[in-house]
């Protein structure tokens, strides 16, 4: 018998009745100010949250705090003339000497400042991850307050690749001590627009 | 108990040697215990969100026949391979198969509690494949040549200069050096070099949702996503346990599981993975390896709720000053005491008595499963099964004679006599154990029974003689 | 209203003192108090070892012994809910369900079946409260640090109402004392380790006294004390509530 044949008559044969599924969770926490839970939160786990009017604003964040870097890429066209041109469709290892990604969020949730984020803003599935830092345009009107909130609006939504990510890459593998920057971008900006 | 290896409490002997270490391993747990209430605490729904998610997991595990066979459906629609394995043997054969496929020797594979399970390593290393853990932890303990000691902190047993003394030897770092900030910093540029390079990924799977045929895997350290989105295959690998119904659920276990964890809002990426990138593989092995065994047994069938948070290791006393070696299975502390005996209820007879049965695991359990009610499940069924030692059968057979007739009992021995020989000393044969640290209990000149008899008379007419 | 006052085996044959005040204090309180004289213990230490399978007699013995009152009161948290979860009888279930049902720990028989509001009891001392396991997570005696709730306390309740007494803090609330039954001698480092602990954080707090509902994880701090030659004892909470310093 096969795997697979052996496993589902081993299913029939053990499993219980049938159970039914839980009614949605009732009142979840819903805050007043998200995006001020969602900046503070991004304070706590070690990003940075900055709130600007538009992208003029977001291009002058970038000339203070990020001026030098050798190889700035974004997939946002408003900052095509302040990052490389031409990056895009290459193999995918060769964004390893990216040094700062700048892309776009759909939402982000206030209880723990994830942003969701799916391969259409991404170009390729490895940009925010093999960047050394990361910078993340969203809206305002776009944080929500809590996850069931986050997947009624992801709802049946098709992407290939999709992620929630809050802050920079870390790890606390030696000693509990909190580290910046394990893997993946060192650092965290999230640009909240008007 | 009848292992050729040593058992939990040998273990745990030789890890209380070291007081110093003790105290340190128990704080630092502690610490993870602390930041795990705090972050609970934020959410004044706690306690109906783990309600939701283990109704959700009963309802799972009640239809999980056809959940698989819904997710098997909706994934190979999206392009993912799906691979069934009945046990670890298959699991390990089928990994191996496609490696073989494409021509690959050498991997990268990111926290995977089921690999570790399988001890796939070990089985790919005979096949002459050249496996490299990812995540930090994994990574240390690796190169330390041990398993890892906790499912969400492989090397939580580790003191930094011990990890600083390993990176010397095989990454070259400076002698002497243990700062976590710089050995994390020689660890990305020694694993960068590994993502760039190998051309497969093995990754865990936290959950998948039969609805979607998507799979969602968490990491904080980004090295599962870094692995996937380079190489050209793409091999995940999960329990069957692990099918959520919908991809709503997800709303609930994300919310649960980095907070029950590490005490964090959500792990720093929550990735779903739905289709392959074109141009890439993307396989995803369903493993049984028991959990339909398991889900046969009424009374330990919760235990495949689990999420892997690894909350009650956390808080469980015991576990904190054993370490999870003295567990001697791939998931160690109170979840793998109640799940390790349905593997092999010899190897881990010894396992659901390493517990004081206290109750805290049940009470951090994001899925609420019962976990000490399961350890003492295990206890009768071990013990019915022949695996309790003839001398501990005999010595419970006298108490209960001794304790079901009054008169044997009364007549046992003055006030303490009985108890010195029987009661709970004596029944391991071991009666020197609670002298070797503690003194007994000075047996009083009366018991209480005595007393009564000579001092109640007031009350003569309320003694039941 | 009768209540059969069952004192757990090893309370009767080292702790007699614990019995003596649990059977005074009821009775200070107006309860008609009865003491089966055959009674010897409620099974645990078999159970929790595996044998769960041999308690028959011993079952039988307690339901032949408390069956008849209207309520089962009993010093021990841990004896109790072993009582509550798996006294079970092959001839006598409806006598079995019923003692089930009314049986009590003592300090939940005081705050919710007799709702004491005061007590005339002094003890001028600074004392350290033990949540035992058993009492605390299984008979729900208090809140438990794991779970987002609201704080309560039984035990606390009646000791607030002892004169002069001094609760003292302490880090880790509700953490194990590693008694456990055979646990104490089959896992003996780890059991030695975490009771070492317990006290200590007790001692490092300023308690001289160290009380609890369970005499068993009371046993097992005084023996880790007494092999330190400490000064700090322990004290059934029976014998606090009862206590009548001047």
């Not at chain 2, 054993?322 to 209820?345: Q, R």
């Not at chain 3, 702790?15 to 213990?41: E, F, G, S």
């Not at chain 3, 396991?133 to 779970?147: D, F, N």
Request: glycine content about 6%.
């Amino acid at each position: 018998m096969s795997s697979r044949a052996e496993i589902l008559a081993s299913l029939k044969a053990n499993q219980p009745a049938t159970r039914a599924l839980p009614e949605d969770l009732e009142n979840p926490v819903i805050f007043e100010s998200p995006v001020s839970v969602f900046a503070t939160m991004l304070t706590n786990i070690g990003g940075s949250a900055v709130e600007v009017s538009g992208f003029e604003e977001i291009k002058t964040y970038l000339k203070e705090h990020f001026s030098g870097l050798p190889r700035i890429i974004s997939t946002l066209p408003e900052l095509s003339d302040v990052t490389e041109r031409d990056w895009i469709d290459h193999e995918p290892h060769s964004y390893e000497n990216v040094d700062l990604a700048i892309i776009a969020a759909h939402f982000g949730v206030a209880e723990n400042s994830a942003l969701w984020i799916t391969e259409s803003l991404m170009q390729q599935r490895v940009i925010p991850f093999i960047c050394q830092q990361l910078a993340v345009v969203v809206r305002k009107t776009d944080i929500l307050s809590n996850m069931h909130q986050a997947y009624t609006r992801i709802a049946d939504s098709s992407y290939g690749f999709g992620t929630f990510i809050a802050g920079p890459s870390k790890t606390a593998d030696i000693e509990q001590s909190l580290v910046l920057g394990a893997h993946g971008p060192k650092n965290m900006t999230v640009f909240l627009v008007d | 108990m009848s292992t050729a290896t040593k058992d939990h409490a040998a273990l745990s002997d030789i890890f209380n040697a070291d007081e110093a270490r003790v105290n340190w391993h128990d704080d630092t747990l502690w610490f993870v215990r602390a930041k795990r209430d705090k972050a609970a605490h934020t959410l004044p729904e706690w306690e109906r969100l783990r309600d939701t998610a283990s109704q959700i997991k009963d309802n799972v595990l009640s239809n999980l026949h056809d959940y698989l066979l819904q997710f098997e459906s909706n994934a190979q629609h999206n392009g993912i391979t799906v691979h069934w394995a009945a046990d670890a043997a298959a699991h390990n054969r089928i990994v191996h198969e496609i490696l073989n496929d494409n021509g690959i020797r050498q991997l990268i594979k990111s926290k995977s509690m089921l690999t570790e399970e399988c001890h796939l390593n070990e089985y790919l290393k005979e096949q002459g494949v050249d496996v490299i853990d990812t995540d930090l932890g994994e990574r240390i303990v690796q190169l330390a040549e041990e398993p890892p000691s906790h499912i969400v902190l492989p090397c939580i047993h580790k003191k930094k200069e011990e990890i600083g003394t390993l990176f010397h030897e095989h990454l070259g770092t400076p002698e002497g050096m243990s700062d976590p900030v710089f050995l994390t910093a020689a660890a990305r540029l020694h694993l960068r070099e590994k993502f760039m390079t190998r051309r497969a990924a093995i990754t865990g799977v936290n959950f998948a949702v039969a609805e979607t045929g998507e799979f969602v895997v968490c990491t904080n350290e980004g090295n599962a996503d870094m692995g996937a989105h380079l190489a050209d295959v793409h091999i995940a690998c999960m329990g069957i346990e692990k099918i959520i119904p919908q991809r709503t659920h997800l709303s609930v276990f994300l919310r649960l599981l980095a907070r029950s964890a590490t005490g964090q809002p959500i792990t720093t990426y929550s990735s779903h993975f739905s289709k392959p990138r074109p141009g890439q593989q993307m396989h995803i092995i369903l493993v049984d390896n028991g959990r339909t065994t398991q889900l046969g047994r009424e009374d330990f069938r919760n235990s495949l709720k689990c999420i892997r948070c690894g909350a009650c290791m956390n808080t469980c006393p015991v576990y904190r000053r054993s370490g999870g070696h003295s567990y001697h299975t791939a998931i160690a502390g109170p979840i793998g005491s109640i799940l390790a005996p349905n593997l092999d209820m010899k190897k881990y007879a010894d396992l659901p008595f390493a517990s004081t049965l206290c109750g805290s695991c049940t009470n951090v359990c994001p899925v609420k499963i019962n976990i000490h009610e399961q350890l003492y499940k295990w206890r009768q069924v071990i013990v019915k099964e022949g695996y309790a030692s003839p001398a501990k059968t005999i010595a419970m057979k006298t108490m209960d004679f001794t304790l079901s007739h009054p008169a044997v009992y009364q007549k046992a021995g003055k006030a303490g006599r009985w108890f010195l020989k029987h009661i709970p000393f004596a029944v391991n044969n071991r009666m020197n154990a609670w002298y070797k640290q503690r003194d007994m209990p000075e047996p009083p000149k009366q018991s209480f029974r005595e007393w009564f008899k000579e001092n109640n008379t007031m009350q003569k007419n309320n003694s039941d003689e | 209203m009768t209540v059969g006052l069952f004192i757990p085996c090893y309370v009767d044959q080292f702790y007699p003192n614990a019995a003596i005040a649990t059977l005074k204090l009821l009775q200070r309180l107006n309860v008609d108090v009865h003491y089966p004289m055959n009674q010897t213990c409620c099974g645990q230490p078999m159970a929790n070892s595996g044998f769960e399978h041999l308690t028959a007699g011993c079952n039988n013995l307690f339901i032949d012994n408390f069956s008849q009152f209207d309520y089962v009161v009993s010093p021990s948290g841990s004896c109790v809910l072993h009582l509550k979860d798996h006294l079970h009888s092959a001839t006598e279930e409806t006598k079995a369900r019923g003692i089930r049902k009314k049986i009590y720990e003592l300090t939940e028989f005081l705050t919710d079946v007799l709702e004491v509001k005061s007590l005339t009891a002094r003890f001028p001392h600074k004392v350290g409260v033990h949540q035992s396991c058993h009492g605390q997570r299984g008979l729900k005696l208090a809140q438990m640090t794991e779970l987002v709730d609201q704080p309560f306390s039984k035990p606390l309740q009646l000791l607030n109402m002892v004169e002069d007494l001094e609760l003292v803090p302490l880090t880790r609330p509700d953490e194990c004392c590693g008694f456990g039954g055979t646990f104490c001698v089959i896992e003996e480092a780890v059991s030695v380790k975490m009771g070492k602990d317990r006290v200590a954080d007790h001692i490092s707090n300023g308690a001289q006294y160290i009380t609890a509902a369970d005499m068993s994880c009371l046993m097992h701090m005084e023996g880790i004390l007494k092999r330190q030659n400490s000064q700090v004892r322990v004290l059934h909470i029976a014998e606090i509530l009862n206590a009548q310093e001047q």
